[in-house]
Structure formats: structure tokens, C-alpha cells
């Protein structure tokens, strides 16, 4: 049976080109960048190469453009390496509810060292923009917001948030968390007004293991890795340069071909929306026409998503159980339930996410394979 693969957004699989890159930069540019050798000039050619691919998808110069390990060490570096910075002007962070968990534990974590946050509430994919605007103090030295969320396909209207620090006249760095946006939404490092942007490589079919953080021009930001002072000092560490070449041959192609995969995507999205609620009559949705393109969220009540993720796997279908048990507090709510779902809403949860590959027909098997399931429990309760 023919694998349909609805989880785009947890992983992409790679274009065959980046593959080939891969392989090539392992077995013939295999030479360390650092090395002023032909064998390192030449890897190191492929990594600026690189870099000017992400550097044009964002409209930025090069040397704003940082390789790291993937969206969690670009989290972790923006957020931290910014407080670090700036902490000499206050102590505070504001965030939201919804953020990944990358952001909400390294939060966290410097909030146990004495920081204080505000978290932005969010209800029914809409920001409360006016607590938001209230929480930016004059000690506010970062404001993290992420552009899509992962589990619903909320947009957040980041660009609105940088007006608001520039109103309050704050000195407030804007760090935005890319990565389901990158390659899927139309922007660019202006539009969206951050200083700070992740993205990661393999959410656009590119290698796992990489990611990057844009860093605007003159930016204050420490770094949280010291050695021997690759990426200008920024993050030491010889370059994974297979993964960044791949990387870079992804961005090409995702943004040569953007308008037309967004539309066809859009497409079986709205496909998708349709369909579950015409013909899962039992399912509640929790995203729309006006989220991101690629993500459907809905739940089934009555159903535990684990177990729906499984038998559909047995049948070759792949999707999400949606995140109910990763909470964005050390104690308290999951980020669903943050989002304003029930505690049966988020266990029910899946979310469907889709990518160039999928057709109107993996939509219809994902379809009659949930209603099997359906079928099944009910015989089981007979």
C-alpha cells in the first residue's frame, strides 16, 4: 500500500537534489572550512554559497546569516545570547502561550535565574495585542513571538508587534521563531520587522541537523558557544558543512518555486478543511482558510490521538497527534489547552500537515481511513 505522508511539519522529506549535495559534499568537497587548503577554500565555497541562498529568501546581506544546529539552537542562541546582551537595560521577557517548546523552556530556564516574563494569552488563533502592549515595560529587553504555530497554523501578526515596540519606544529586541512560516508565508526579514529570525532546514525538504539564525546588522547578542570561532564567533564548531550545502540547495529551490507549491498546497488544504467536516461529521476544527497554508487541526472526541496515529499508521497513513502533553509551563496547561481547548479537545487532537507531494487523493484516504477506525470502535462497543 502506497505511504501517504500527512506530517510535513514535523519533517520534510528531502528533494533528491539535496540529497545529491549531501553526498557530494561527503565524498568530494569533504575538506574543512576553516582549512586555507584547495580542499577547504572549495568547502568553504559551498558554505557561502549556502549562506547567499538564505541571505536572498530573507532579503538580508550574508554576514546576518548564522548556521547553527537547527530552529532549537537558533531559540536558544537569540533568546539567551539577548538577554545576556541586554542585560544591563532590565530583566524582563515577554512571550506567548503558544510558542514551541524551545522557547518556552529556555524561557523558563532564565526565568528560574531570576528574569521575569509575561506570557501573551491566545485565544482562538488571535492574539490579545492589548496585554501584549501593556506587558512592554521599560526593563522588557526581548519580546519572542513565532510566526506560524505548530500545531494549528495560527499566524501571528509579528510585524504588528515590532509597531508596538517601536510606539513604546522600548529598546526591546523582536526575536521571531520562523519555522513554519519560512518557505510557506510571502516575507522577508524587513516585512516582518524581527531582529532576530529561526529557520530551519529541514521543515522545506532540506537535511535534518541544520538551521539558521538571522541576526539584524548591529544587533547586540552574546554567544553561548566559545571555541574556535566559526560563524564569525557566533556559534564555534567545525561547520556541518553536508547539511548546510543541502540546506542551501533547499532554499533554492523551495523559494524558485514558492508561489506555485503554496498555491497547490493551499489548494489541498482548503480540500482537506472540507472534507473533514463534511464527512467526519463528529470532528471539531480548530484551523481555517486563514491560517498558514499547509496545516489542518481538528479533534476527534472520544478518540485518544495516540491511538489514531498508530492505526493509521498501520495503514500507511502518516500524520500528528497534536502536542497535548508538552506543556509551556513547568506545571499547569498544555499549549492546547492554552490555546483554549478542553482537556478532551487537546487528547483528541491531530494535526495534518502537507507539502508539495500531497494530492486531493491522500486527503481522501486519510479520510476513509479515520472513518475505518470510527467503524471499528463502534463494533467494539457493540
Same mark, same amino acid.
Given at each position: 500500500?502506497?505511504?501517504?505522508?500527512?506530517?510535513?511539519?514535523?519533517?520534510?522529506?528531502?528533494?533528491?537534489?539535496?540529497?545529491?549535495?549531501?553526498?557530494?559534499?561527503?565524498?568530494?568537497?569533504?575538506?574543512?572550512?576553516?582549512?586555507?587548503?584547495?580542499?577547504?577554500?572549495?568547502?568553504?565555497?559551498?558554505?557561502?554559497?549556502?549562506?547567499?541562498?538564505?541571505?536572498?529568501?530573507?532579503?538580508?546581506?550574508?554576514?546576518?546569516?548564522?548556521?547553527?544546529?537547527?530552529?532549537?539552537?537558533?531559540?536558544?542562541?537569540?533568546?539567551?545570547?539577548?538577554?545576556?546582551?541586554?542585560?544591563?537595560?532590565?530583566?524582563?521577557?515577554?512571550?506567548?502561550?503558544?510558542?514551541?517548546?524551545?522557547?518556552?523552556?529556555?524561557?523558563?530556564?532564565?526565568?528560574?535565574?531570576?528574569?521575569?516574563?509575561?506570557?501573551?494569552?491566545?485565544?482562538?488563533?488571535?492574539?490579545?495585542?492589548?496585554?501584549?502592549?501593556?506587558?512592554?515595560?521599560?526593563?522588557?529587553?526581548?519580546?519572542?513571538?513565532?510566526?506560524?504555530?505548530?500545531?494549528?497554523?495560527?499566524?501571528?501578526?509579528?510585524?504588528?508587534?515590532?509597531?508596538?515596540?517601536?510606539?513604546?519606544?522600548?529598546?526591546?529586541?523582536?526575536?521571531?521563531?520562523?519555522?513554519?512560516?519560512?518557505?510557506?508565508?510571502?516575507?522577508?526579514?524587513?516585512?516582518?520587522?524581527?531582529?532576530?529570525?529561526?529557520?530551519?532546514?529541514?521543515?522545506?525538504?532540506?537535511?535534518?541537523?541544520?538551521?539558521?539564525?538571522?541576526?539584524?546588522?548591529?544587533?547586540?547578542?552574546?554567544?553561548?558557544?566559545?571555541?574556535?570561532?566559526?560563524? *564569525?564567533?557566533?556559534?564555534?564548531?567545525?561547520?556541518?558543512?553536508?547539511? @548546510?550545502?543541502?540546506?542551501?540547495?533547499?532554499?533554492? *529551490?523551495?523559494?524558485?518555486?514558492?508561489?506555485?507549491?503554496?498555491?497547490?498546497?493551499?489548494?489541498?488544504?482548503?480540500?482537506?478543511?472540507?472534507?473533514?467536516?463534511?464527512?467526519?461529521?463528529?470532528?471539531?476544527?480548530?484551523?481555517?482558510?486563514?491560517?498558514?497554508?499547509?496545516?489542518?487541526?481538528?479533534?476527534?472526541?472520544?478518540?485518544?490521538?495516540?491511538?489514531?496515529?498508530?492505526?493509521?499508521?498501520?495503514?500507511?497513513?502518516?500524520?500528528?497527534?497534536?502536542?497535548?502533553?508538552?506543556?509551556?509551563?513547568? *506545571?499547569?496547561?498544555?499549549?492546547?489547552?492554552?490555546?483554549?481547548?478542553? *482537556?478532551?479537545?487537546?487528547?483528541?487532537?491531530?494535526? @495534518?500537515?502537507?507539502?508539495?507531494?500531497?494530492?486531493?487523493?491522500? @486527503?481522501?484516504?486519510?479520510?476513509?481511513?479515520?472513518?475505518?477506525?470510527?467503524?471499528?470502535?463502534?463494533?467494539?462497543?457493540?
Amino acid at each position: 500500500m502506497e505511504e501517504i505522508y500527512l506530517d510535513n511539519s514535523a519533517t520534510t522529506k528531502p528533494y533528491p537534489e539535496v540529497a545529491e549535495k549531501v553526498i557530494e559534499m561527503l565524498t568530494k568537497y569533504y575538506g574543512n572550512p576553516s582549512s586555507i587548503h584547495r580542499l577547504g577554500l572549495e568547502s568553504k565555497s559551498e558554505v557561502e554559497t549556502a549562506r547567499k541562498n538564505l541571505a536572498d529568501s530573507l532579503a538580508v546581506h550574508p554576514s546576518e546569516i548564522y548556521f547553527t544546529s537547527g530552529g532549537t539552537e537558533s531559540n536558544n542562541i537569540a533568546i539567551k545570547g539577548a538577554c545576556l546582551a541586554k542585560s544591563n537595560i532590565g530583566n524582563h521577557i515577554v512571550t506567548t502561550v503558544a510558542e514551541h517548546p524551545s522557547v518556552t523552556k529556555t524561557v523558563r530556564d532564565l526565568k528560574r535565574q531570576g528574569w521575569k516574563v509575561s506570557y501573551i494569552p491566545v485565544r482562538n488563533g488571535k492574539l490579545n495585542i492589548e496585554k501584549l502592549e501593556n506587558a512592554i515595560q521599560t526593563n522588557t529587553v526581548l519580546v519572542s513571538t513565532m510566526l506560524v504555530n505548530n500545531e494549528t497554523g495560527y499566524i501571528f501578526p509579528v510585524r504588528k508587534i515590532k509597531e508596538i515596540i517601536e510606539r513604546k519606544n522600548s529598546s526591546a529586541l523582536l526575536h521571531c521563531d520562523a519555522v513554519q512560516g519560512y518557505g510557506k508565508l510571502p516575507f522577508t526579514a524587513d516585512s516582518l520587522g524581527a531582529d532576530l529570525i529561526t529557520i530551519s532546514s529541514h521543515k522545506i525538504h532540506g537535511p535534518k541537523g541544520v538551521g539558521a539564525l538571522y541576526v539584524k546588522k548591529d544587533t547586540p547578542l552574546y554567544s553561548l558557544h566559545l571555541g574556535g570561532g566559526q560563524e *564569525r564567533g557566533l556559534r564555534s564548531g567545525t561547520e556541518n558543512t553536508p547539511s @548546510i550545502a543541502g540546506f542551501g540547495v533547499a532554499v533554492k *529551490r523551495t523559494f524558485d518555486n514558492m508561489e506555485e507549491n503554496v498555491t497547490h498546497i493551499r489548494e489541498i488544504r482548503d480540500y482537506c478543511l472540507e472534507s473533514v467536516q463534511n464527512k467526519l461529521p463528529q470532528a471539531i476544527l480548530h484551523s481555517s482558510k486563514y491560517g498558514a497554508p499547509h496545516i489542518v487541526h481538528f479533534s476527534l472526541p472520544g478518540f485518544l490521538n495516540s491511538e489514531v496515529v498508530t492505526e493509521l499508521s498501520r495503514q500507511n497513513i502518516f500524520i500528528s497527534g497534536a502536542a497535548a502533553c508538552k506543556s509551556n509551563h513547568s *506545571r499547569g496547561p498544555s499549549m492546547l489547552e492554552s490555546l483554549g481547548l478542553t *482537556r478532551e479537545m487537546a487528547n483528541s487532537a491531530l494535526r @495534518i500537515s502537507l507539502s508539495y507531494q500531497n494530492t486531493k487523493e491522500d @486527503i481522501d484516504r486519510l479520510i476513509n481511513g479515520l472513518k475505518q477506525i470510527n467503524t471499528l470502535k463502534e463494533l467494539a462497543e457493540k
